[in-house]
């Protein structure tokens, strides 16, 4: 992927900040490290990978998880490389909606911050509950702990806390975190692959874990299925907008966020093709690998024993707590940013910073919202994916709606110090392109025959997003106070900060 830097000394971040119309109220103490590893955190393979891994045995098998994850992860990194440029001209907390409200104005604006802000939520609820799964997995295993839908909850919410004060403790403490997580995920990812490479008496040839098509979705069409299939890339290929939302609290954000976007994107590509491919290569019975309720965790069992089992179930649940703060983070900062520019019931509560930097309220809002997505759990496993599938289906959208509004700006719009050149115009219509194809995917029906509990209920859940951000738009639209500064305006500040 090419792109350059220009060269030239960027302004004081402060000082830009001002010039985009907010006064600095955060602590600016994240290295451009510590802005990278709070998106791989949040993209997390272990986490992601790993709850997703039964889903792709049944779409489309090794073959489609294999060749898909390569497929998907390089469409990606389009996306957040278009995404990057966009994010280096406006490096706010705001993230996503800042940048549509500038480029397209107030409405574009509202769209995209509801659509992240739902998507953020429902990946913390989606993530720690998946946490909260593998948890009672482990419990299992070490006390034969019957994993309840009330056992999954209580451990939910123990997550939640966990995470909320870890959070509040500053962004010192959330940058170590994530700068620990980049090397729990790596080096977890090389002893897993390493364990399951060694122990294991028989894997998998070559051309099995390359080529072996498998289908357990009732559909017939291999290539619908295939289609299906990408999912599992799909679903774990998204937060890394966590770069741009800590903007506001990284040194020379204009060039470490966008760095941060897409260096999340291909170390996190590496390290899911070797996680897959270990995972793959280690099963011994796939029948009863994609049966089992945790089928990491049944392959763990079938090659290590219970010992080796638990032990590597660990290291999963530690990648996806990690992952799960991180999610914490970014929903956070885009709570206090919405709330800041007052498009939130209740924003002058949410926008408030305590004494060290850190916007407490919002980030007890963000882990009490996901609990709240999260209770239908108790009663429907299908109500439960039906209200979580608002991250996948409010993120992506959000994504790609100020990639789409920088190419309707083209020459108009004045790129940061890092930008894409001229490859800028084919690398954002390619963005766009995939986000459209993905939101198709992501809406398709997945199982046959369609009942209620197998019918795919994100097209309904991204009708009900757009319907309250709509109704919401209605009642205090008028209060939506984003500060607008002219490009040419902020152009002399730029150059009399230099």
């Given at each position: 992927?090419?792109?350059?830097?220009?060269?030239?000394?960027?302004?004081?971040?402060?000082?830009?900040?001002?010039?985009?119309?907010?006064?600095p109220e955060l602590v600016r103490q994240m290295g451009?490290?510590?802005?990278?590893?709070?998106?791989?955190?949040?993209?997390?393979?272990?986490?992601?990978?790993?709850?997703?891994?039964?889903?792709?045995?049944?779409?489309?098998?090794?073959?489609?998880?294999?060749?898909?994850?390569?497929?998907?992860?390089?469409?990606?990194?389009?996306?957040?490389?278009?995404?990057?440029?966009?994010?280096s001209a406006y490096p706010t907390s705001g993230g996503l909606y800042y940048m549509a409200q500038r480029l397209g104005g107030p409405r574009w604006g509202w769209t995209a911050g509801w659509l992240n802000l739902l998507g953020l939520i429902g990946g913390i609820a989606g993530i720690d509950y998946g946490a909260a799964s593998f948890i009672a997995a482990f419990a299992g295993l070490q006390w034969g702990t019957v994993p309840t839908p009330g056992l999954i909850l209580a451990i939910?919410?123990?997550?939640?806390?966990?995470?909320?004060?870890?959070?509040?403790?500053?962004?010192?403490?959330?940058?170590?975190?994530?700068?620990i997580s980049v090397w729990w995920h790596l080096l977890g990812v090389a002893l897993i692959v390493g364990v399951l490479a060694v122990v294991p008496s028989h894997h998998q040839s070559v051309g099995w874990v390359f080529g072996h098509f498998a289908n357990g979705t009732g559909w017939s069409n291999p290539i619908y299925v295939s289609a299906v299939g990408l999912l599992l890339g799909g679903y774990t290929f998204c937060g890394y907008d966590a770069s741009a939302h800590m903007s506001e609290e990284t040194v020379n954000a204009r060039v470490a966020a966008p760095r941060g976007i897409v260096r999340s994107i291909w170390?996190?590509?590496?390290?899911?093709?070797?996680?897959?491919?270990?995972?793959?290569?280690?099963?011994?019975?796939?029948?009863?690998?994609?049966?089992?309720?945790?089928?990491?965790?049944?392959?763990?069992?079938?090659?290590?024993?219970?010992?080796?089992?638990?032990?590597?179930?660990?290291?999963?649940?530690?990648?996806?707590?990690?992952?799960?703060?991180?999610?914490?983070?970014?929903?956070?900062?885009?709570?206090?940013?919405f709330s800041r520019d007052n498009a939130l019931p209740g924003s002058a509560t949410w926008r408030r910073v305590s004494a060290n930097g850190?916007?407490?309220?919002?980030?007890?809002?963000?882990?009490?919202?996901?609990?709240?997505?999260?209770?239908?759990?108790?009663?429907?496993?299908?109500?439960?994916?039906?209200?979580?599938?608002?991250?996948?289906?409010?993120?992506?959208?959000?994504?790609?709606?100020?990639?789409?509004?920088?190419?309707?700006?083209?020459d108009r719009f004045t790129p940061g110090p890092w930008d894409l050149g001229r490859w800028s115009r084919p690398v954002g219509i390619a963005a766009v392109v995939w986000v459209a194809v993905l939101v198709v995917l992501v809406c398709l029906p997945q199982r046959y025959p369609v009942t209620v509990d197998t019918f795919n209920y994100a097209p309904v859940t991204l009708l009900a997003v757009l319907?309250?951000?709509?109704?919401?738009?209605?009642?205090?639209?008028?209060?939506?106070?984003?500060?607008?500064?002219?490009?040419?305006?902020?152009?002399?500040?730029?150059?009399?900060?230099?």
């Open positions: 992927m090419p792109w350059h830097q220009r060269p030239g000394p960027a302004p004081g971040e402060d000082e830009h900040l001002r010039s985009l119309g907010y006064e451009g490290f510590g802005n990278f590893a709070v998106s791989f955190s949040v993209i997390s393979v272990l986490s992601g990978g790993m709850t997703l891994f039964g889903f792709g045995l049944l779409t489309g098998g090794p073959a489609v998880m294999m060749w898909g994850w390569v497929a998907v992860g390089l469409a990606v990194l389009l996306v957040g490389a278009a995404l990057a440029e966009v994010t939910f919410a123990g997550v939640l806390l966990l995470h909320a004060a870890l959070n509040v403790f500053g962004v010192r403490v959330v940058s170590l975190l994530n700068s170390v996190s590509l590496l390290a899911g093709f070797v996680l897959l491919a270990g995972m793959l290569f280690a099963i011994q019975d796939y029948a009863g690998t994609a049966a089992a309720a945790v089928p990491p965790a049944q392959i763990f069992l079938d090659t290590l024993g219970a010992g080796g089992a638990k032990a590597l179930l660990l290291i999963v649940i530690g990648a996806q707590l990690f992952c799960g703060s991180a999610e914490t983070t970014a929903a956070s900062r885009m709570i206090y940013a850190t916007p407490v309220p919002a980030v007890w809002l963000a882990v009490g919202a996901a609990f709240v997505l999260a209770v239908p759990s108790l009663w429907s496993a299908t109500a439960y994916g039906a209200i979580t599938a608002v991250n996948v289906v409010g993120m992506t959208p959000s994504y790609i709606i100020p990639v789409f509004l920088r190419l309707r700006q083209r319907a309250l951000a709509w109704a919401w738009w209605r009642v205090a639209g008028d209060k939506f106070d984003v500060p607008v500064v002219a490009d040419a305006h902020l152009a002399r500040i730029e150059a009399q900060i230099v």
